[in-house]
């Protein structure tokens, strides 16, 4: 099947339909025709992935999707599990958000003989043979991490805060073997390398949860000087650093300037009072074009490689002006 990348509009207009299941005739789907879809998904670890869910779970509902649906608690050997189960009761399709990039190809491999397809969404698969899923919804995790290195640097006058001539950076990692994990620290690199006087003097992961940032930025505070900037990986982080920060006597977004991503409504509220100085958005409503691409494979129509979804960045004063419309 030719496929190709489409960059989708953030909010693709809809029509919501009763999708119904046009894959093989002993396809193990609902008796009513319905489409069963199997969603494996990461865990419950953010604001995002809470929304995330949300948006998967409204929209099967809405078009009248049988969602099967499991949360893996963060391991991956669970999602494994997971999808082995939807290959048993023989779904129609089945989609998840692999939490690491390696280690699914001989489940996708089951997948692909058992004839059921595989829609990867949020997070990408490191794999030879991409024929093992149809296509792959979600964000560039690159360009997220290039967008928040480019607004340092764009901004590193004022970034300096200890007057030292360098801009020390702390980094906030994400889930280890991750792709937006992997993919934010590259991009974040090659952003601030643009300028001699930045460099990431410490970088941990904090797993993406509030509490891991707040960990890791306290042992930051005790081992390294001169901390002028803290990047997270996700709004989560960002926040359990500004508790650790705060505990240390010192200001969020003054002291120590942050930047995240997400822009989950708890980290819009940090943005917009001050506490953290700058958001890239990474959109979590994956739900409708994931039950839209859902119903193409399952037409056998031709579907892009890559479907990227639109995301915008936030200053504080961007914030305040959005946060009462936020819809996560
Ligand atoms: C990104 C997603 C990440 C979010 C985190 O698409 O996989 O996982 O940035 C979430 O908040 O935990």
């Not at 099947?1 to 909010?11: D, F, G, H, P, V």
């Not at 990461?42 to 099967?68: M, P, Y």
């Not at 607004?151 to 994400?174: C, M, P, R, T």
Request: net charge negative.
């Amino acid at each position: 099947m030719l496929k190709k990348t489409l960059i989708a509009a953030s909010a693709i207009s809809m029509t919501v339909m009763t999708l119904s299941a046009c894959g093989s005739d002993d396809s193990g789907g609902s008796d009513d025709g319905k489409i069963t879809m199997g969603f494996a998904q990461v865990g419950a670890e953010s604001g995002w992935r809470t929304a995330n869910t949300k948006s998967i779970q409204e929209t099967a509902e809405a078009e009248g999707v049988e969602l099967k649906f499991t949360d893996a608690q963060g391991k991956q050997e669970n999602q494994i599990q997971a999808i082995r189960s939807y290959i048993q009761q023989k779904v129609d399709v089945i989609a998840f958000s692999p939490v690491v990039e390696t280690g699914f190809e001989s489940v996708l491999q089951e997948a692909k003989a058992a004839g059921i397809p595989v829609i990867l969404t949020d997070r990408a698969v490191d794999v030879e043979d991409t024929s093992l899923y149809e296509t792959f919804l979600g964000s560039d995790f690159v360009l997220e991490g290039e967008k928040a290195g480019e607004w340092l640097v764009e901004n590193a006058d004022d970034s300096d805060v200890d007057g030292d001539g360098k801009i020390n950076v702390v980094q906030l990692e994400g889930t280890t073997g991750a792709a937006p994990a992997i993919d934010r620290a590259e991009g974040f690199a090659s952003a601030i390398g643009a300028d001699p006087s930045m460099s990431v003097i410490a970088s941990q992961t904090g797993d993406f949860t509030r509490e891991g940032g707040k960990q890791v930025m306290e042992s930051f505070l005790q081992s390294e000087e001169g901390i002028d900037v803290v990047f997270a990986h996700n709004d989560d982080m960002g926040l359990g650093a500004i508790e650790a920060i705060e505990a240390a006597g010192l200001e969020p977004g003054k002291d120590i300037k942050i930047i995240t991503i997400d822009a989950v409504k708890d980290g819009m509220a940090a943005l917009a009072e001050g506490k953290i100085n700058y958001i890239v958005e990474c959109n979590p409503l994956l739900g409708p074009q994931l039950m839209e691409l859902a119903k193409k494979v399952l037409d056998g129509e031709e579907v892009p490689e890559r479907v990227v979804t639109e995301e915008t960045t936030f200053t504080q004063e961007q914030a305040a002006d959005v946060l009462a419309d936020r819809q996560y």
